[in-house]
């Protein structure tokens, strides 16, 4: 019993500090938080920031890690794997994308930023990137075992990744000002253009 309040609380701790740190990523920037303000936010002391998150940029990539899993195992994925219907994989996959995309844009727009000046972000977008592809490809595989596409899966994650990547929805919806529900409009209508035969 003690083990297990032991653990629950270690778990509630460390689940504070990383909410901690997205909040303040967001809300400051990744370069201008500090460990003693995560640690403040969190509710503990600095040393537990670094004992439990491992610092600054190991927490960052925990906030990423946790996205990109989040949306690895989401039901639309298995969904979009177990469609009949080409053009319902599509618009599964718009709508997957479109759906991360507004829970996670906030913090994405932060490691997009910092990425050029930052190992740490550069390398948490490079795992946010590697997880879309990753999710991409199984559409594009399941277009292939549909005899749609017209080119290889490789080819169709590209130009997947091309119009559903987190920057073309910063392009659309920030440079540009469309709404979410534009932007996804647009996107299926272009990817279906794209590859299907």
């Known amino acids: 019993m003690q083990t297990s309040r032991r653990a629950e609380y270690a778990e ?6 990383i909410a901690a740190s997205r909040e303040l990523f967001v809300a400051k920037g990744y370069v201008k938080t500090t460990v003693n303000e995560i640690a403040k936010s969190a509710r503990v002391a600095p040393a537990t920031v670094y004992a439990v998150g491992g610092g600054k940029q190991d927490l960052l990539k925990t906030v990423i890690r946790g996205s990109a899993e989040e949306c690895a195992i989401s039901p639309a994925m298995t969904a979009i794997v177990e469609a009949t219907d080409p053009d319902e994989v599509l618009r599964r996959t718009v709508r997957a994308t479109r759906e ?4 996670w844009a906030d913090l994405m727009r932060v490691v ?3 990425a050029p000046h930052e190992p740490a972000a550069a390398e948490s977008l490079s795992l946010v990137q590697a997880s879309q592809r990753a999710s991409l490809t199984s559409a594009a595989r399941r277009l292939e075992s549909l005899g749609v596409l017209r080119m290889s899966v490789p080819e169709a994650t590209d130009v ?8 073309s929805y910063f392009t659309l919806t920030g440079d540009n000002g469309w709404s979410l529900d534009s932007a996804e409009r647009w996107l299926l209508e272009s990817v279906r253009r794209a590859l299907l035969r």
């Open 100 to 103: 991360s995309f507004a829970g």
């Open 160 to 167: 997947l990744f091309y119009y559903l990547g987190n920057a």
């Open 12 to 17: 509630a701790t460390r689940q504070a500090i």
């Open 112 to 114: 997009a930023d910092t």
